[in-house]
């Protein structure tokens, strides 16, 4: 597969790519990164990334084009990056182009109906595209490499997260191989403000925990409001609940402007991915994520967590 994926963008004149909604570190740097791998080793070809802008990851790594017409991405080989399902791409129109590709590795859940290149074993989409690059021995530039050592080291959590692997140090090596200033990314990524420290205090001090060992924290409208936090990095804080003793698992639940409920699932060992799935979410088997309509709906979803984690335990 990864030279049929090379071939495709070998003889494809207009390239259009695209990832998920809310882009993490792994969707905006695989998405920089393949659009640099693609100029550094085809440099007559047209490329475009597409999605909404990102200020946090922008500032890194680049910014979205925009204003590209439909007609373009028509006549484009679309390569959609880092989603598994079709409500979840940014952008829909990659579904009208002329051919797709989809690379992702998070647990299979729908064809997209061209090559697909799914890999659950790989920490990130980055590392499955930097293997693309090793396999094809393809010229890798000090661009193309800040964008792919990203997303490799924020969905490894620096290299500490279940599936990180020998070789995913391998496929760092060779990034890193190529002058990436690694010191200068951790710090941009890693900063926090005196406000992100204090909500993260206020999750430390207020958390919950089920009879089952799910750490557990609901972050209202206004609590958001409190500290100056959106919707989105609200749930992104859910590693503040990592790490404590005898809990399975971490989650976040923070309610959004629109009143929906978004939540983070975090795992040490047990599956939450089923129950992720059932709420209309997915992701993978220790990291996963979804959007419930209420309250009362997020409570079913720790009610869940709470029997997976009393199954799985009753198991050992």
Excluded at 26 to 39: F, R
């Amino acid at each position: 597969m990864y030279h049929k994926i090379y071939e495709a963008i070998a003889s494809a004149p207009v390239i259009t790519i695209f990832r998920h909604q809310k882009p993490d570190g792994d969707a905006y740097g695989s998405q920089m990164g393949l659009k640099e791998l693609i100029l550094d080793n085809f440099p007559n070809k047209t490329v475009y990334v597409l999605g909404e802008q990102n200020n946090h990851w922008g500032k890194l790594l680049g910014l979205m084009d925009e204003d590209i017409s439909a007609d373009v991405i028509a006549s484009s080989l679309a390569i959609v990056l880092d989603v598994g399902d079709k409500p979840r791409v940014d952008d829909p129109r990659c579904f009208m182009a002329k051919n797709i590709i989809k690379i992702d590795h998070h647990i299979f859940t729908e064809d997209f109906g061209g090559l697909e290149l799914i890999q659950t074993s790989f920490i990130a989409t980055a590392e499955i595209l930097t293997e693309w690059a090793i396999q094809n021995k393809l010229e890798i530039s000090k661009t193309a490499a800040t964008a792919l050592y990203c997303g490799l080291v924020m969905d490894s959590g620096r290299f500490q997260y279940q599936n990180t692997t020998p070789d995913t140090f391998r496929r760092a090596a060779v990034l890193l191989d190529t002058g990436v200033d690694m010191t200068s990314l951790y710090n941009y990524v890693y900063e926090v403000s005196e406000t992100d420290v204090r909500y993260t205090g206020y999750c430390r001090l207020n958390y919950q925990t089920t009879p089952h060992g799910v750490a557990y924290v609901f972050i209202t409208k206004d609590i958001r409001k409190q500290f100056g936090i959106g919707e989105n990095q609200g749930a992104g804080s859910v590693n503040a609940l990592a790490n404590i003793k005898d809990i399975n698992m971490h989650v976040f639940f923070v309610e959004k402007d629109d009143g929906t409920i978004k939540i983070e699932f975090r795992s040490k060992q047990f599956s939450v991915n089923g129950v992720a799935v059932k709420y209309g979410g997915g992701g993978h088997k220790l990291a996963s994520g979804a959007i419930v309509k209420s309250w009362d709906e997020a409570q079913l979803v720790l009610n869940d967590l709470d029997k997976v984690c009393e199954d799985e335990l009753s198991a050992l």
